[in-house]
């Protein structure tokens, strides 16, 4: 039984590693379904049932230290890839498909809570609160709401299980309607996307052993300056300080991201890392007690999709959006820079330009998005 925190630390950094290396080795269908993160909460949340460490005051100070400064780093880090002129270089057209996305997942949570609250318990809006900064941006957005909000680490699973289930199917669903494109867009009265003309998105150099050194150091020293700042800050019922520490080093990595900075490799590389680790800390402070609401939050997932996928179709016969942008502007929300690009291959090389700025405008967005969802539930739960 582990009881001080070095080998702590180790078995964290392993558990992380796992099964992302397994992925990249054997690639196996399973982890279409259940991608690395998810199976790394679990492995953790077993191993901490099965009582390989004691939370002892060492390690549960080292907890709350980790999770404390790399979730503001984490974020800071990704949006360094985050180009806005980029992104507002895709024009009205483009922009307004992801406006009217977004409208529809926020109707569709709330809508979603008001069906079900009453099987809910009195804090039940968080983990769908969570989910929705993960359906607006992606996993890291998912973690930084639960942080704003105080949310229980035991619910993480049943976000992270919803996420990844909900997301899984409706990627099928995507890929399925294609061929419907030349139905729906005469029902729209669109014209096709597909000879969309978008700049390529700049590649960046490998991650080398000293510039991940320097990203770690920068991201670090960004999370502790934020978290100085977040203090400062007043603070409400719904705006706490760690929020204020989180919102400031994500407007950090933004304006990074616009300086010579962004040039130096490695950002992703070492936000990857820390993503997966900061989800291996948080399932070792929980149990799987978390995971035996997952069935209501599945049904509240599936949904909150069939809801979203409701409202998008009516604003694409309003504004008469095709099925190409529609589709890739929704998983580009759900399923994040990740299965975006490989979906809008699928429908139109030309597009993937705009499935990956899509994306990582999600990824800017995603926290606010999720903190004015759980204020929305909050009061309605109340």
Same mark, same amino acid.
């Given at each position: 039984m582990i009881q001080s925190v070095w080998p702590y630390l180790a078995v964290m950094l392993l558990a992380a590693g796992f099964w992302p290396a397994i992925e990249r080795r054997f690639g196996w269908k399973v982890f279409e379904v259940l991608p690395p993160i998810v199976l790394t909460y679990l492995t953790v949340t077993a191993l901490s049932v099965a009582g390989t460490w004691t939370a002892t005051p060492a390690i549960h100070a080292a907890q709350d230290m980790l999770v404390t400064r790399m979730v503001p780093a984490l974020l800071f880090l990704l949006m360094i890839n985050c180009d806005l002129r980029a992104i507002l270089a895709l024009g009205p057209r483009v922009l307004g498909v992801f406006a009217c996305t977004a409208i529809s $997942?926020?109707?569709?949570?709330? =809508?979603?809570?008001?069906?079900?609250?009453? /099987?809910? #318990? @009195?804090? !039940? /809006? &968080? #983990?769908?609160?969570? $989910?929705? @900064?993960?359906?607006? !941006? @992606?996993?890291?957005?998912? =973690?930084?709401? &639960?942080? *704003? =909000? @105080?949310? *229980?680490?035991?619910? $993480?699973?049943t976000s992270l299980l919803t996420d990844a289930l909900c997301y899984s199917m409706w990627v099928v669903v995507l890929f399925s309607v294609a061929r419907l494109a030349p139905a729906f867009n005469r029902w729209t009265r669109a014209t096709s996307s597909a000879d969309m003309a978008v700049a390529q998105a700049v590649t960046r150099a490998p991650a080398t052993g000293d510039s991940v050194l320097l990203w770690l150091g920068i991201a670090v020293g960004v999370a502790a300056l934020s978290t100085v700042l977040g203090s400062l800050m007043p603070i409400g019922n719904m705006v706490s300080a760690t929020t204020w520490t989180i919102l400031i080093a994500t407007a950090a990595g933004l304006v990074a991201a616009h300086t010579p900075l962004a040039r130096l490799p490695g950002a992703q590389a070492v936000s990857s890392a820390l993503l997966i680790s900061v989800v291996a800390v948080l399932a070792s402070q929980s149990s799987f007690a978390g995971i035996a609401a997952a069935p209501l939050y599945l049904v509240c997932g599936v949904t909150v999709i069939a809801t979203h996928a409701v409202f998008l179709c009516l604003f694409a016969r309003l504004f008469h959006f095709d099925l190409y942008l529609c589709g890739i502007s929704s998983l580009a929300h759900i399923g994040g820079v990740a299965a975006t690009p490989v979906l809008a291959a699928t429908y139109s090389r030309s597009l993937v330009p705009v499935g990956i700025l899509l994306a990582l405008l999600g990824y800017i967005l995603g926290t606010g998005f999720g903190l004015l969802v759980a204020s929305v539930l909050s009061s309605l739960a109340s």
């Open positions: $997942l926020f109707a569709a949570f709330v =809508i979603t809570f008001l069906l079900f609250r009453h /099987w809910m #318990p @009195g804090d !039940g /809006w &968080k #983990p769908l609160a969570a $989910l929705s @900064g993960s359906w607006m !941006g @992606g996993t890291a957005n998912m =973690i930084a709401v &639960k942080q *704003a =909000i @105080g949310m *229980a680490d035991a619910s $993480l699973a």
